[in-house]
């Protein structure tokens, strides 16, 4: 990462969290939570869109008999850190349009 690109990313962090569409934000008692409610339809609909099995992806194996998600390999930090990094980059980006 770059000096430009940190300094990019600080820039365009958000410092102070900031309640949303539906949701508040209890600073007395540090609680964050939703306003409204979902109706039947939105919920069936959300129901309706998910995945129903889990399919397994590259370097994930999925065991039916031992319910068990593994993955397979290893992750270096130094593959994690690249991998968050670029998400960061992607996000802080994003997020200024």
Do not use: H, P
């Not at 609680?31 to 039947?40: F, H, K, Y």
């Not at 939105?42 to 397994?56: F, G, P, R, S, Y």
């Not at 039916?64 to 290893?74: A, F, H, P, R």
């Amino acid at each position: 990462m770059t000096q430009a690109e940190l300094t990019l990313a600080l820039y365009t962090k958000q410092n102070v969290l900031i309640a949303g569409t539906n949701i508040t934000i209890d600073e007395l008692t540090n609680t964050i939570s939703s306003i409204g409610e979902v109706t039947q339809a939105e919920l069936t609909l959300a129901l309706d869109a998910k995945q129903n099995v889990l399919i397994a992806g590259t370097n994930i194996n999925i065991d039916e008999l031992t319910n068990t998600v593994s993955s397979i390999g290893e992750v270096t930090q130094a593959e994690l850190t690249l991998a968050l990094d670029a998400k960061c980059k992607t996000k802080c980006i994003n997020s200024r349009y």
